[in-house]
């Protein structure tokens, strides 16, 4: 027990150095402050993963006393199997970022925005990991609300940019929202137990609002749809070791507190996994949609976060009905299936972030259609990168594949669900996964090609060099771990002492590469020997940039296909030399998507609050007995609907 307290302070003690000591702002050696600041959240995140090793190989539940005042304060952590996953998770994308930002923060403009870089990643990577790690819901929304504050200060941390602060707000606004939602819950427990403790119990009044308000406040963290509006403007603003650290583990810790809650606390009611197997599947579905049209790399990227994190609420909806209907075996394939790609998703997600977080620095830009040629460049990016795509594509053998044909066992076991309507809710949903899928993988075949393939199509791209050994070996920490956990996936899940039904990816890999291998061999053996070069036919002008395909032309055929989805509007303008249009001289065309909903949903309420600020600041001419008047009434439907949820 003294080596896992050991641990797990030693963890605490380090990242709260690392955050001081950046700040301290001694003019001399201010860059060996931030490499020491760096190397201190290195040992913080080893620290970390030992001590989830630990509990994980002891498979306990461990009680971490902090400070106690004679019963009146009682400060202490907890972990178990559950947590001990989650502070692993956060810990490997931690050390990854960790290790990318000796390179990456140096890059910065300013000595001082340097130093907040090195001292608000200690406080970031900590206060995810003490969210996991709470005893009672209120050390969790302490730590919750310092999560929130020092990820807010990342995405306004280039403020001088253009849309930055439209992201600050969006973000600020939201994660508010979500906190207000987790106290209406969190009082709603307390209400019927008296305890702040996060602990099991047998039965609540109004649980309904309870789970409801949970799951809400959990899904605006998360990124769910309809909620998921302020991660395609932060993820974007935010730097880019930053961006891998949000939508490779920042969105993990809403899903932890949604499984803690539901899985430990609640008394589970049978339509919450119809919900959150729905909810899963519209995320992922229109994730992955509004990705594809996506050009801002980053931007894209984060797309694929709410698809991801809809592939994982699918698994733990599925986990909820299977156990719902007594199918155990199912239910616990299901929830093994959600657990593996949150630990995948988190992997190639900040890969996927790191790599193009290297691209965005060597080029200044971020819009994919002024990238190409980059891996003649930046060949050991372009090969990070294209780890991550075949793994976010769900392509064997890496790791996404497997945890996705989990999923997928999982699917096609409901046929021994009973009730008939349930049984094809699940088979819809299966379809809506699949789709999503295959639609993954068209978009990183975009996202890749239109990257590092052809040509450059612009002098950013042209002139653009490969980044440093630290950004390099940032990002393949999680790229060895892709194709570790998934070449070797049924010989870790034996280890483990889980039994499943998966092939095993070491034999297929072996026989891919085989087959590669022979058919290189059989193909450099056979073709002729001559050469014959010859410049291929371009339409009778020179090949250029200008004759490659772009990124709006390999998505155009998808979004016409979607196009009630996206709301699409063309517009074209031709001019003809005659009055009579019939020799064409020249025209340009547009298309426009709506922005669904930010202009349905997100600018109708923002509208109706302005008014209803203007309203109220007519309140200075009010007299004083209004106000009272007021304040009273307000007290009195604060103290109705206490006794309500009572």
């Not at 290195?42 to 498979?59: D, G, N, Q």
């Not at 439209?166 to 008296?194: E, P, R, V």
């Not at 539901?262 to 959150?276: A, D, H, S, Y």
């Not at 600018?603 to 109706?608: C, G, I, K, L």
Request: hydrophobic share 50%; with cysteine.
């Amino acid at each position: 027990m003294i080596m896992f307290t050991s641990l797990f302070y030693l963890g605490i003690f380090l990242s709260l150095l690392g955050f001081v000591l950046p700040l301290l702002r001694l003019e001399n050696n201010r860059k060996a402050h931030r490499t020491f600041s760096y190397s201190l959240s290195i040992l913080s995140s080893v620290s970390f993963l030992a001590f989830s090793a630990l509990v994980f190989l002891k498979k306990g539940e461990y009680l971490i006393p902090v400070y106690s005042n004679a019963g009146l304060i009682d400060f202490t952590f907890y972990v178990d199997q559950l947590s001990a996953f989650f502070i692993a998770v956060i810990s490997v994308v931690s050390l990854s970022s960790a290790v990318y930002s000796f390179g990456y923060g140096e890059h910065l403009s300013h000595e001082r925005r340097k130093d907040y870089m090195a001292s608000l990643l200690n406080l970031f990577a900590l206060s995810m990991v003490l969210v996991v790690a709470s005893y009672n819901t209120l050390e969790f929304i302490f730590f919750w609300e310092l999560l929130s504050m020092s990820s807010f200060l990342f995405v306004l941390f280039e403020y001088g940019k253009p849309g930055t602060r439209k992201a600050g707000l969006y973000y600020f606004i939201m994660t508010q929202l979500s906190t207000m939602f987790l106290l209406l819950g969190f009082f709603g427990i307390y209400a019927n137990t008296g305890s702040f403790n996060i602990q099991p119990v047998t039965s609540l009044q109004n649980l309904t609002l309870i789970f409801l308000s949970l799951f809400i406040g959990f899904s605006i963290k998360a990124g769910v749809v309809p909620f998921h509006k302020w991660l395609p403007y932060a993820h974007p603003a935010a730097p880019s070791n930053i961006s891998a650290m949000m939508s490779g583990v920042m969105l993990k810790v809403a899903i932890y507190g949604l499984m803690r809650f539901t899985l430990t606390v609640l008394p589970q009611e049978r339509w919450w996994g119809v919900l959150i197997l729905v909810a899963g599947t519209v995320s992922a579905i229109l994730g992955v949609i509004y990705a594809l049209k996506e050009h801002d790399i980053k931007r894209l990227l984060a797309y694929h976060s709410i698809e991801n994190i809809g592939i994982i609420l699918i698994g733990f909806g599925l986990y909820l009905i299977y156990s719902a209907n007594d199918l155990n075996e199912l239910a616990i394939l299901a929830l093994a299936a959600a657990l593996f790609h949150t630990l995948n998703h988190a992997l190639f997600k900040s890969l996927l972030f790191l790599t193009a977080g290297s691209v965005v620095s060597a080029t200044g830009k971020h819009n994919i259609e002024e990238y190409g040629g980059l891996i003649k460049t930046m060949p050991y990016t372009a090969a990070l990168f294209l780890i991550g795509a075949v793994s976010i594509s769900g392509l064997p053998p890496f790791n996404g594949f497997v945890s996705e044909l989990m999923l997928f066992q999982a699917f096609l076991g409901s046929y021994l669900i009973q009730d008939p309507l349930l049984k094809s809710l699940v088979v819809l949903c299966l379809s809506g996964f699949a789709l999503t899928s295959a639609l993954a993988a068209a978009c990183f075949v975009k996202a890749f090609g239109i990257t590092f393939l052809a040509v450059p199509r612009s002098e950013s791209a042209r002139d653009a060099k490969e980044v440093g050994k630290c950004m390099i070996a940032g990002a393949v920490i999680p790229a060895v771990l892709c194709i570790v956990l998934g070449v070797f996936s049924l010989q870790i899940f034996s280890l483990m002492g889980y039994r499943t039904d998966l092939p095993d990816m070491l034999v297929i890999g072996i026989i891919m590469s085989l087959f590669y291998a022979i058919t290189y061999l059989v193909l450099k053996n056979t073709a002729a020997n001559k050469v014959r070069a010859g410049e291929t036919w371009g339409c009778g002008t020179p090949l250029s940039s200008r004759t490659e395909y772009t990124a709006s032309g390999f998505s155009q055929p998808i979004v016409r296909f979607f196009k009630d989805i996206y709301q699409t509007r063309e517009v074209n303008e031709r001019r003809f030399y005659d009055k009579q249009n019939t020799l064409f001289k020249e025209g340009a065309g547009e298309i426009h998507l709506m922005k669904f909903f930010e202009e349905k949903l997100y600018d109708p309420v923002a509208r109706s609050i302005n008014y209803l600020s203007i309203k109220v600041s007519a309140l200075e001419n009010w007299s004083l007995d209004t106000y009272v008047l007021y304040a009273f009434l307000a007290v009195l439907a604060t103290v109705a609907y206490v006794g309500w949820i009572a």
